[in-house]
Every structure is written in C-alpha cells, then in structure tokens.
T-cell receptor
Framework: SVLTQPPSASGTPGQRVTISCSGSDSNIGRKTVNWYQQLPGMAPKLLIYNQDQRPSGVSDRFSGSKSGTSASLAISGLQSEDEGEYYC???????????FGGGTSLTVL | EPQLLESGGGLVQPGGSLRLSCVASGFTFRSYAVTWVRQTPGKGLEWVAVISSTGGSKHYPEDLRGRFRIFRDNYKNTVELEINNVRAEDAAVYYCAKLTHGYWDFGSGVAFDIWGQGTKLTVS
C-alpha cells in the first residue's frame, strides 16, 4: 500500500491505543487524511475526516492528527466494541486518486 | 437516514461484463459525488471510480481506465459501475460511497461519509 499502517494493534479495556499511517509528500504531506472503521462483517464507516474532525455521532474517544507525512488515530478508553479494522486514506497527487492504508486490525484483550 | 444499497454482484466468467448498481435514499442525491471502492483480502481497500454530482466528471485509477465505467441517473438516484473484460483480480466486495462534496477537487477536504453494505463479485 502507498500508505503504511501497522498490521495489528491491541490494548486492554480503558487503555489508549494509537495507530499510525505513514505516507509521503505526494499524499499525506499535502492532502487531508481520513480514517475509516470497519467492524467485523460490516462496511467501512467514516471515523475521522480532515485529519482531526469527527462526523456527527462518532464518539470523542476517537481523535486524529497529522504531522508532516504521517497521521495518527488515537482511541482512548478502549472498549470491546472497538475491535475491528482501521484504515487511513487520502488523495495521492502522483497517482491522481485516492489511496488507502493496508489496515490495522485492532484487538481488545 | 442517508443510505446506499448495492446490487448486481454475482458469478462472472473471465472476459465477461457486468453492471453493479447503487441506489441512494435519505439525502439530496444530485448534490453529491459518488465513488466505488472494492475490497479484497489480499489488497485491502482500493478506490476504483468516482463521478461528480452532475455526472459531468468521471475519474478512474490509471490501471482500471478503459475497463471500468461509471454512470449516474439523478432522476432514479442511482449510480452504476460497468466492468468489462472481467479478470480474476476483479473478484472483490464492491462498495459505493457518497462523497462529502459534489466534486473531489484533487481530494482536498473530501471524505467518503456514507457507505453501502457492499455487493460481492466472484470471477470463475
């Protein structure tokens, strides 16, 4: 994938977990980043847009940030219902299209 | 409540063609661009096509241009994805998604905020 995410992350209930997304100047470095959550058996859902904005209805336990060519998703107060796959996404100017990270599988221990 | 519902997936032979359909409800369909994203176990999420709110602009990844075509009908609130000369690597779950804007403007500030449940394409 053009965007690099760790394949897995884990934490215990109540903990704070961070998922990273590494890109380059042609994508994260100059474009806004979005994060999508995909729970088991479900379609992806927009979780964070424009690197740090939450859509209506998304818990404030989820937050996003961007610095240079990397972005991060933080989940605080981890809950079992947070288990699933998390994807970062942005536009890439070189490819002239949207690109996704490979996804990070979050496990709540 | 805004919703998208895909249909048209199924079993297709290599070299065949098919059209996937996406029906929208619960929002002003003609005001928003719509995209298709596919998902495979091996390649994850992959963007495959986008169409502007009016249908006047369309865009595809370089490697799919020519085989994939996207259409919309703002009277029927539908978007369709036509796949021609189907290949084994096209097997995936195909999702349609609504953009937050009517046009993508090189992706700046645009997100996919409503997704359908997906329709599965099997190639064999």
């Amino acid at each position: 994938s053009v965007l690099t995410q760790p394949p897995s992350a884990s934490g215990t209930p109540g903990q704070r977990v961070t998922i990273s997304c590494s890109g380059s100047d042609s994508n994260i470095g100059r474009k806004t980043v979005n994060w999508y959550q995909q729970l088991p058996g479900m379609a992806p859902k927009l979780l964070i847009y424009n690197q740090d904005q939450r859509p209506s209805g998304v818990s404030d336990r989820f937050s996003g940030s961007k610095s240079g060519t990397s972005a991060s998703l933080a989940i605080s107060g981890l809950q079992s219902e947070d288990e699933g796959e998390y994807y970062c996404a942005t536009w890439d100017d070189n490819l002239a299209g949207w690109v996704f990270g490979g996804g990070t599988s979050l496990t709540v221990l | 409540e805004p919703q998208l519902l895909e249909s048209g997936g199924g079993l297709v032979q290599p070299g065949g063609s098919l059209r996937l359909s996406c029906v929208a409800s619960g929002f002003t369909f003609r005001s928003y661009a719509v995209t298709w994203v596919r998902q495979t176990p091996g390649k994850g999420l992959e963007w495959v096509a986008v169409i502007s709110s009016t249908g006047g602009s369309k865009h595809y990844p370089e490697d799919l241009r020519g085989r994939f075509r996207i259409f919309r009908d703002n009277y029927k609130n539908t978007v369709e994805l036509e796949i021609n000369n189907v290949r084994a690597e096209d097997a995936a779950v195909y999702y349609c998604a609504k953009l937050t804007h009517g046009y993508w403007d090189f992706g700046s500030g645009v997100a996919f905020d409503i997704w359908g449940q997906g329709t599965k394409l099997t190639v064999s």
